[in-house]
């Protein structure tokens, strides 16, 4: 779930199902597989646009699983197919790259 800070765009949500397809090295303090996911999102465009998209998203990227501390890195690429579309402009989808951290309770 995000909010767009730089942009004042409105609000961001997907939910993503993720197959680790190989791994890439492991050692024992972190373990690096490459992973595919589908799912889906929904963009929520601010008050002055007015407009809803929801999609479909395809994530593929690379996690850093660290063995001994609830941490991982992650970088990804995804590519977003609007599905509902019914913003003012012409947009169908994006590409998006991402990188970041996650923490496990």
């Not at 800070?5 to 949500?13: E, M, N, S, V």
């Not at 660290?66 to 994006?94: C, K, N, S, W, Y």
């Amino acid at each position: 779930l995000g909010v767009d800070a730089f942009h004042q765009t409105g609000a961001y949500g997907h939910l993503v199902y993720k197959l680790a397809l190989a791994r890439l090295a492991r050692t024992p303090t972190v373990s690096v597989p490459f992973y595919l996911g589908v799912g889906g999102y929904v963009f929520d465009r601010d008050s002055q646009e007015d407009g809803l998209d929801l999609g479909v998203r395809v994530p593929m990227g690379v996690n850093f699983d660290f063995q001994r501390a609830p941490v991982q890195l992650f970088v990804e690429l995804a590519l977003g197919l609007d599905v509902i579309h019914t913003g003012p402009d012409g947009r169908d989808g994006f590409v998006g790259g991402y990188a970041g951290v996650r923490y496990w309770f």
